[in-house]
Nanobody, 122 residues
Framework: QVQLVESGGGLVQAGDSLRLSCAAS????????VGWFRQAPGKEREYVAAISWNGGSTDLGDPAKGRFTISRDNAKNTVYLQMNSLKPEDTAVYYCAAARRLSSWSAEYNYWGQGTQVTVSS
């Protein structure tokens, strides 16, 4: 089992930055790839970014390119999502999830956090 807890969400204005954290429990956390997804009310879950188990490979979905950065610190059992130049359309609940391999497909993720709300006002 891997347990994930997101934090760092909040209410910000357009153009601001926010750093989300995904803290994991489990002694084998470093062997898991981690992805970030988001879901706005009435919309499908959307892929944001993912990182491989050793941090050697990263992938960004279209909304994240040029604005967001994903990183991890296995010594702290934590994955980060740095979000810059936030827009109102970034408003959503953001989830982190763990998978055996890097993927943009939510079905490949075995464990999910409870989510953290990000609201961007205009």
């Amino acid at each position: 089992q891997v347990q994930l807890v997101e934090s760092g969400g909040g209410l910000v204005q357009a153009g601001d930055s926010l750093r989300l954290s995904c803290a994991a429990s489990g002694r084998t956390f470093s062997s898991w790839a981690v992805g970030w997804f988001r879901q706005a009310p009435g919309k499908e879950r959307e892929y944001v970014a993912a990182i491989s188990w050793n941090g050697g490979s990263t992938d960004l979905g279209d909304p994240a390119k040029g604005r967001f950065t994903i990183s991890r610190d296995n010594a702290k059992n934590t994955v980060y999502l740095q979000m810059n130049s936030l827009k109102p359309e970034d408003t959503a609940v953001y989830y982190c999830a763990a998978a055996r391999r890097l993927s943009s497909w939510s079905a490949e993720y075995n464990y999910w956090g409870q989510g953290t709300q990000v609201t961007v006002s205009s």
